[in-house]
């Protein structure tokens, strides 16, 4: 089947850093794709989401931030935001490449009590603070080079 024209979905991630540098991610071992060729599975992933309609990036963030992580991360200050975004494609065997638009942001905390989130149990089964510079270490699976950059961008790595 030939693949004909570009599809994509803007999407927000939400990057944590602790005072200490370290940054939160999480572990999805959900299956992220139906294409039995190229499956997205058991990878390590920052808390992100698709924005819906006529909701803005910074709302979208702070629903997404919510619903995996169950933590209201409204009154949590953002530190900055990139100003355009970052991609990654879902690859299709028999259907056209999907490219996913990363609009990323970084929130800073003094210290994040993990034992007050409520994590997603479909979206997340485990979460970790890792050093920015570890994370290319980690499998990320088809967010690897989207997910440097962005550390890159906000001066983490």
């Known amino acids: 089947m030939a693949k004909v024209g570009i599809d994509y979905r803007n999407s927000v991630v939400g990057i944590i850093k602790r005072k200490d540098g370290k940054v939160l991610i999480t572990f999805n071992k959900r299956i992220n794709s139906v294409d039995k060729n190229n499956l997205e599975q058991n990878s390590y992933k920052f808390p992100q989401g698709g924005i819906n309609s006529n909701e803005s990036s910074e709302d979208a963030i702070i629903r997404e931030l919510q619903e995996e992580l169950g933590f209201d991360f ?12 970052v991609s990654y ?12 638009r990363l ?20 979206e997340v089964s485990e979460i970790k603070w890792v050093n920015p510079k570890d994370i290319k270490y980690l499998p990320l699976s088809i967010r690897h080079d989207a997910y440097l950059s962005i550390l890159r961008r906000f001066d983490l790595i």
């Open 103 to 122: 609009f990323a942001f970084l929130f800073e905390v003094d210290d994040l009590n993990v034992n007050l989130l409520k994590l997603d149990p479909i």
């Open 74 to 85: 409204s009154g949590i200050s953002m530190t900055t935001k990139l100003d355009d975004y």
């Open 89 to 100: 494609w879902f690859k299709n065997t028999e259907k056209q490449d999907f490219e996913i």
